[in-house]
């Protein structure tokens, strides 16, 4: 079935340096794709999302690009931080004929990021 | 304005028995999904309810179950526990009844099954 994916399960960086998180997806017929952080016993967090008409959108020290042609999707994370040490899943959803999504997101199966200060 | 909650954050059960697990949306919130997430299968949406009725349902057998009240808080149902039903399930409210809108997540019920 459908599915999004991750290319990697882990990331360790330095504090400061920039973080790229990627994302295979599967389904061309995605209207929106979501970036998700979760941090140890919580619930995922939004983070930022991106219309599949888009290429880039840009948040407070977040970036996501999707690249169609490829199904790919990435986040990118400026000066890292201890703080930003999660897990990182991408979701996507997809509307129904009248625009409605019916709450179904399909999620990845993650990143762990690790930042060390 | 708080969060979305759940009860109870953990529990223990055993295998053959039932259990209800429960949600309540942030204030003002009329969409609410559910989701397990396991090691193995990552995070699964189990189903939605809008204004008490079910609209979406995900790939689970029919042990899981769930219904929405007028207050817009929810319960889910696992019948005839498994061992494969341990897991954190989540639940996560929105506001539109249409399109796409952020889904807010609560802290999820910690479920174990022996």
């Known amino acids: 079935g459908e599915s999004v994916g991750l290319h990697l399960p882990t990331l360790s960086v330095q504090e400061g340096d920039n973080s790229i998180i990627n994302c295979a997806y599967s389904?061309?017929?995605?209207?929106?794709f979501i970036w998700y952080k979760q941090e140890s016993g919580k619930g995922p967090q939004f983070i930022i999302d991106i219309r599949s008409n888009m290429d880039k959108r840009q948040g407070q020290r977040v970036t996501v690009l999707l690249n169609k042609t490829v199904k790919h999707l990435s986040l990118q994370i400026a000066a890292t931080q201890p703080g930003d040490s999660a897990v990182y899943f991408c979701?996507?959803?997809?509307?129904?004929?009248?625009?409605?999504?019916?709450?179904?997101?399909?999620f990845g199966q993650g990143t762990i990021l690790t930042v060390h200060p | 304005k708080a969060g979305v909650t759940q009860t109870p954050r953990y529990l223990i059960k055993t295998r053959g028995q039932q259990v209800t697990l429960s949600c309540s949306p942030i204030?003002?919130?009329?969409?609410v999904s559910w989701y397990q997430q396991t090691p193995g299968q990552g995070l699964q949406f189990l189903f939605e309810?809008?204004?008490?009725?079910?609209?979406n349902k995900g790939n689970f057998p029919g042990r899981f179950s769930g219904r929405q009240f007028s207050n817009s808080r929810s319960e889910m149902n696992v019948s005839t526990l498994e061992l494969g039903d341990s897991a954190l399930y989540l639940c996560?409210?929105?506001?539109?009844?249409?399109?796409?809108?952020?889904?807010?997540f609560g802290p999820g019920t910690r479920l174990t099954v022996l």
């Open positions: 979701a996507e959803i997809s509307l129904a004929a009248g625009g409605t999504s019916y709450g179904k997101l399909t």
């Open positions: 389904n061309s017929a995605s209207d929106y």
């Open positions: 204030s003002g919130h009329r969409s």
């Open positions: 996560a409210s929105s506001t539109l009844r249409d399109s796409y809108n952020e889904q807010f």
């Open positions: 309810y809008f204004s008490e009725t079910q609209r």
